[in-house]
């Protein structure tokens, strides 16, 4: 199976390992926009553009499925896209609030970026829910700085909760930060990875496309994909 995987950088690697670890013997086209970095503070028109760029640069790999590794997307303009193209794509966020939803947790927070929150899209969740906008983490985190004391700033406007939904996919980066400081997490690659159900083939190839290529993102894919894979400088035309 050839699955088409995107986001605005770097995040959505950590929904492509949950996919190597889960469906290792598949061929991942993944592309991460990190020129046009963050989506989070862009308007649903701009997300339409720059997603619609990238999925028609995705099935030109011919691939059989794309899957939304972007919580601004998913959360914005998913239904859109699903409507606009006549192959199977796949969210994020749904999910998530599926398993939730069928959960015993009773109080639910939410990390995520501002267009995320504004959606309301977690609202959906029958539960208590606590939701926290962080437009500064996706940037640090994109440049490979520290962010533990812009999370800790965040972290104080939330209330005790059962769980912490990370609502961006780039957020996997401080689980286990979180996890020391006692919260639990919930990884949405990790939720969407249980719900698919994906044929392996023989072979496995991992193609890796970014609109910009520096060593600060070298590090960060070295950091969380543990296979080996093809990377390609790819700058699309975007035009509004």
Do not use: W
Not at 30 to 44: A, L, M, R
């Amino acid at each position: 199976m050839r699955i088409g995987v995107f986001d605005s950088g770097i995040g959505g690697l950590f929904v492509l390992k949950e996919l190597i670890n889960n469906y290792p013997n598949n061929t991942y086209y993944y592309f991460g926009d990190n020129i046009n970095i963050p989506y989070g503070t862009k308007s649903k028109y701009e997300l339409k553009i720059l997603s619609s760029k990238i999925i028609d640069f995705l099935i030109t790999k011919e691939v059989d499925i794309i899957i939304i590794a972007c919580g601004t997307i998913s959360s914005n303009i998913y239904q859109e896209l699903k409507e606009k193209y006549n192959l199977p794509i796949y969210d994020i966020i749904s999910p998530t609030i599926e398993y939730l939803n069928n959960s015993d947790y009773k109080t639910v927070g939410v990390l995520a970026t501002e267009m995320t929150i504004k959606s309301n899209i977690f609202n959906k969740i029958n539960k208590e829910i606590y939701q926290i906008p962080c437009p500064k983490l996706v940037p640090l985190i994109e440049n490979n700085l520290d962010y533990q004391e812009t999370l800790d700033e965040y972290l104080k406007k939330l209330p005790k909760v059962d769980t912490i939904v990370l609502g961006c996919t780039h957020y996997p980066f401080f689980e286990d930060y979180l996890n020391r400081l006692n919260y639990k997490t919930i990884n949405m690659g990790k939720v969407l990875c249980e719900k698919l159900n994906l044929e392996n083939n023989k072979e496995s190839k991992v193609r890796l496309y970014f609109s910009k290529i520096n060593h600060d993102l070298v590090t960060n894919i070295d950091k969380i994909i543990k296979c080996d894979y093809q990377l390609e400088e790819l700058c699309l035309n975007y035009q509004k």
